[in-house]
T-cell receptor, first 122, second 112 residues
C-alpha cells in the first residue's frame, strides 16, 4: 500500500522559509510518477503548488513560482517543499500527493498524505 | 490559468436519492489524445482529498459504481446514483490539461 507522510515545522515566522518533507513508502520515488504539493488555507479550497518528476523536471504554480522550490531525494525516497518569504496568507494545510501523467505534468493524484498544518505567525 | 466553476456550492440530499454536481472550465479540456483532462475528488471531513474520477469518466480503484463522471468540452458532471451517508463531504473538480492545475471551489454535500 502506497503511503505518503508530510513532516516539518508547524509554525513559521513571517518572512521566513517554510520547509516540508514528504516521505514515501510502498512505492519508489524513482518510478514514473509526478510528486506534488497541494495546500488548503483554513476553510478554503485546494491550491496546487508544484511538482517534480524523478528526472528533476519541475512544474510550479506561477502565483508562487518566485518563492517555491520542490526537490527530490532518491536515497531517502522522499521529496521536499521550500517556500520562501512567507506571510500569513501562506497559512494552510499542506498535502503531498502522487501524480500520474502521460505528458509533461500530472493528470490526476491517486495517493495523498494526511496533510500537515502550517501557521505563519510571529 | 483555466478557471473552474462548480455548482451548486451546497447540496442537501436525502439518502437513497440521486445527486448531481456540475463543473465548468473556462476553456475546453479536450486533449489532442482525445481524453478530457478533468478529475473529481471527494474530501471527507478531516481527511485529505481522495480520487473518485479521472480523465473525465474513469472511476478510480475502489470507488463504488454509484459514482459516474461525464461531459465534454467545458461542461462536466459528477453523478451519484443513490447517495449514502458516507458520501458526505466536499467534492472538487480539477483540470489537468495545463499547468497550473486548478480546482473548482468545491461543492459541499450534506445529508438531509
Amino acid at each position: 500500500q502506497v503511503q505518503l507522510q508530510e513532516s516539518g515545522p508547524g509554525l513559521v515566522k513571517p518572512s521566513g522559509t517554510l520547509s516540508l518533507t514528504c516521505g514515501v513508502s510502498g512505492a519508489s520515488i524513482s518510478s514514473t510518477n509526478w510528486w506534488s504539493w497541494v495546500r488548503q488555507p483554513p476553510g478554503k479550497g485546494l491550491e496546487w503548488i508544484g511538482e517534480i518528476y524523478p528526472t528533476g523536471s519541475t512544474n510550479y504554480n506561477p502565483s508562487l513560482k518566485s518563492r517555491v522550490t520542490v526537490s527530490i531525494d532518491k536515497s531517502k525516497n522522499q521529496f521536499s517543499l521550500r517556500l520562501r518569504s512567507v506571510t500569513a496568507a501562506d497559512t494552510a494545510v499542506y498535502y503531498c500527493a502522487r501524480g500520474w501523467g502521460r505528458g509533461s505534468s500530472s493528470d490526476y493524484f491517486d495517493y495523498w498524505g494526511q496533510g500537515t498544518p502550517v501557521t505563519v505567525s510571529s | 490559468d483555466i478557471v473552474m466553476t462548480q455548482s451548486p456550492l451546497s447540496l442537501p440530499v436525502t439518502p437513497g436519492e440521486p445527486a448531481s454536481i456540475s463543473c465548468w472550465a473556462s476553456q475546453s479540456l479536450l486533449h489532442s489524445n482525445g481524453d478530457y483532462y478533468l478529475d473529481w475528488y471527494l474530501q471527507k471531513p478531516g481527511q485529505p482529498p481522495q480520487l473518485l474520477i479521472y480523465l473525465g469518466s474513469n472511476r478510480a480503484s475502489g470507488v463504488p459504481d454509484r459514482f459516474s463522471g461525464s461531459g465534454f468540452g467545458t461542461d462536466f458532471t459528477l453523478k451519484i446514483s443513490r447517495v449514502e451517508a458516507e458520501d458526505v463531504g466536499i467534492y472538487y473538480c480539477m483540470q489537468s490539461l495545463q499547468t497550473p492545475l486548478t480546482f473548482g471551489q468545491g461543492t459541499r454535500l450534506e445529508i438531509k
